[in-house]
């Protein structure tokens, strides 16, 4: 109920993201006729064909996106026949004669007019195909909780909810603007006027679509971005799950938050056979979900690490399930390696499927669950910190199960590389993916799904901003280098910068070389680099690029390939 209450806010909130600007011309171009049968159909249309192709792209994999994006075309000529239409009214009357025969084949209620239902709901399905909202934050819950846990009815029903909210705001800026389209024809007399000016929005909004700028230029321009109030409509309305659950008070009852669920669908252990709920009773035991190229995961694991081997011979068990985020992370070489690089010695168990993931309702990288002796979870926490308070949990559920002389002090790790604690910086560049599926603030224009192309960064960028340089295809996961020296540049802030990369199909290493503020890094350069900036993708893991030894202000950052067929994924930042 709580997703669905959050979809369709975020859907009634998209009337006034950018993104649905170019979209609002076709909404009013029938404002003046009756809403039952030209409004209504055509938002119909609109949500249900934009629920369709969201599932297909999120659950589908890359063909369905590029079967959209010939949609897509297939509508900018639908819609440029419409714009046609409105500014001649001869065009108008030669281009609607199919259509009425068609709607008055499908009803017989229809009259012989091109305003029938069906032509309006088959405008909606146009503009459905069109419309390419902006992923925030409620949408990117929605499209990663559909790719996570794969096609459902309840997916469609998020999806659709969502639309459904976007339809109800638009349905009431309709009714409204339909109301003013009548005042003005009747008082000025102007509706040829009024006809041909709607032709002339409607043409300019299928060449801005078509230029990118409904995902681009308006997208950078505009003021009004609804990303902060859907991000605080999450937090208000799940203020619990974001971190840590809330501290008993010192000799309270600890809560019962559920039973360790059957660990039967790892689909491989590494450092253990398959453990049981049942060959665990008696143990403590800690459940940390992460996946290898994760910095939030790879900067907890030390102290994960440091609780399995202080704890080990007092009754505790720690469980690291690896769920992954990108595709290259279901390899189990690639698993075995990232197991053994990180000096992982406790059970790992692969959950390629999602099942454990599913069977704990988890949704967060890393999330700590704490069980008793017992199987029922006591505790959990989400994200990086608070690691005190997660050994002193771990110490009490050991003492509460009969262990008795246990180490005392808390775990220090003292970590190094991409496993040394964040920055303080709370100001610091938001985790950034550099696929189209959940890609954010990219200054470089519109971005060509799955097709190669020439991309031009522009002069300058502002904060959080990135481009790309060279000829790349983009697609839904990550981005691939079509030729050599192409580049990726990105206006950062943070101490540290990272950026998850691989090699292409052959495997074949790639060289690079980084620079800050247009020169080499010097002593701010990272672990996988060099003080010239130089370094190598030979595997697909994150690689820490930039470590500065001072300060944490905005630099600009540019990562070039000299070799191609390089695929980058993900920024992350520290």
């Not at 399930?321 to 692969?350: C, L, M, Q, R, W």
């Not at 350069?525 to 993708?537: F, K, L, S």
Request: charged share 15%; net charge neutral.
């Amino acid at each position: 109920m709580i997703l669905l209450i959050l979809a369709f806010l975020g859907g009634v909130l998209t009337i006034l993201s950018p993104c649905i600007l170019p979209v609002l011309p076709f909404v009013f171009a029938r404002a003046d006729r009756p809403f039952a049968r030209n409004g209504l159909p055509m938002l119909i249309g609109m949500a249900l064909t934009f629920a369709l192709v969201a599932t297909l792209a999120a659950v589908g994999g890359g063909w369905a996106v590029r079967a959209n994006q010939y949609g897509r075309y297939i509508a900018l000529v639908v819609l440029a026949v419409l714009g046609i239409t409105l500014l001649s009214s001869h065009f108008a009357e030669w281009i609607s004669r199919p259509f009425v025969k068609l709607g008055n084949r499908l009803s017989a209620h229809s009259d012989a007019q091109a305003d029938s239902p069906w032509s309006a709901a088959g405008l909606g399905v146009a503009t459905g195909l069109l419309w390419a909202p902006c992923a925030g934050p409620i949408l990117g819950l929605l499209l990663t909780g559909a790719a996570l846990k794969g096609a459902s009815v309840q997916t469609t029903l998020l999806l659709l909810t969502y639309a459904g909210g976007a339809a109800v705001s638009l349905a009431l800026a309709l009714l409204v603007g339909g109301r003013v389209f009548s005042v003005m024809k009747r008082s000025l007399g102007a509706g040829e006027w009024v006809r041909r000016v709607l032709g002339v929005l409607v043409l300019c909004g299928v060449v801005a679509i078509a230029l990118g700028a409904d995902t681009g230029l308006l997208t950078r321009v505009s003021l009004a971005s609804t990303s902060s109030v859907e991000q605080k409509l999450i937090d208000a309305i799940r203020p619990a799950t974001a971190s840590t659950a809330p501290a008993p008070k010192a000799g309270a009852t600890l809560p019962i938050e559920g039973e360790l669920p059957a660990l039967s669908g790892a689909t491989q252990w590494f450092n253990s056979s398959p453990l049981t709920p049942e060959s665990l009773r008696g143990k403590v035991v800690v459940v940390d979900f992460w996946t290898y190229s994760c910095i939030n995961c790879i900067r907890t694991l030390p102290y994960v690490k440091a609780w399995a081997e202080k704890y080990r011979d007092h009754g505790l068990v720690v469980i690291g399930v690896h769920s992954p985020e990108f595709a290259f992370e279901k390899d189990p070489d690639n698993v075995a390696k990232a197991i053994k690089d990180f000096g992982i010695t406790y059970p790992v168990a692969v959950d390629d499927n999602y099942a454990i993931w599913q069977a704990f309702n988890n949704e967060y990288w890393p999330a700590h669950y704490f069980i008793d002796a017992k199987g029922q979870i006591r505790s959990h926490h989400f994200g990086e910190g608070d690691y005190a308070g997660s050994e002193d949990m771990i110490r009490r559920l050991l003492t509460d199960a009969g262990y008795k002389d246990l180490p005392g002090g808390y775990v220090q790790p003292g970590a190094s590389g991409a496993e040394a604690a964040v920055s303080s910086d709370t100001n610091r560049s938001p985790e950034t993916y550099v696929g189209y599926a959940r890609g954010e603030n990219f200054a470089g224009g519109q971005i060509a799904h799955d097709d190669s192309f020439d991309y031009h960064a522009p002069d300058a960028l502002q904060a959080n901003q990135w481009a790309f340089n060279g000829r790349w295809t983009v697609h839904g996961e990550n981005a691939s280098l079509d030729k050599p020296g192409g580049s990726i540049v990105y206006r950062f802030r943070g101490r540290d910068l990272h950026l998850v990369l691989g090699p292409g199909m052959d495997g074949k290493p790639v060289r690079f070389r980084i620079t800050l503020d247009g020169k080499p890094p010097g002593a701010d350069h990272g672990a996988d680099t060099d003080a010239d900036g130089n370094g190598v993708v030979t595997e697909q893991r994150l690689y820490q690029l930039v470590r500065q030894t001072h300060g944490t202000g905005e630099r600009v950052f540019e990562i070039t390939f000299l070799d191609p067929d390089v695929r980058a994924y993900a920024f992350t930042f520290g």
